[in-house]
């Protein structure tokens, strides 16, 4: 038993540690990056939008597609982070879809596993996850 509570607390020092490292890469990452393309962001958004709305078109003001393209930048910036975690822990220098997928799982985003597996035939990861994350933005309001 009280090996246990070993292994559980060195787990939540560990995890703590992780947390505080993923914390300041992000904030020296998050000013230094560009914006993501204005314009494949609006066409993710309006092909999700047509999508989900068949009887209406919709607009998009364009705060929104710059809230959009800054929430998909966080959140790529938030994965990549820990993906890269998931990598140095195996003692590697190079990320692979594997380290990203059990990124996703850390990061509390099982939901996209099973697409993001089957889009990893030939899809850009990138287009993939920021149109999952608009979905998932979409079905929490």
Known sequence: MAGNKTLETHKDERVSATTDSRKKEMDKVIPEAGELPRAIV????????SQCSHDCDMSV???????????????????????????RESKRQTI??????KALEEIEFPEFLKPLKASLDGKSVFLFILVEMHVWILERR
């Open 96 to 101: 692979n879809a594997d380290d990203v997928l």
């Open 42 to 49: 609006r066409r993710v958004v309006k092909n999700k939008l």
């Open 61 to 87: 003001h364009k705060e929104s597609l710059l809230a959009f393209s800054e929430s998909a930048r966080i959140f790529i910036h938030y994965l990549s982070a820990t993906a890269n975690d998931i990598c």
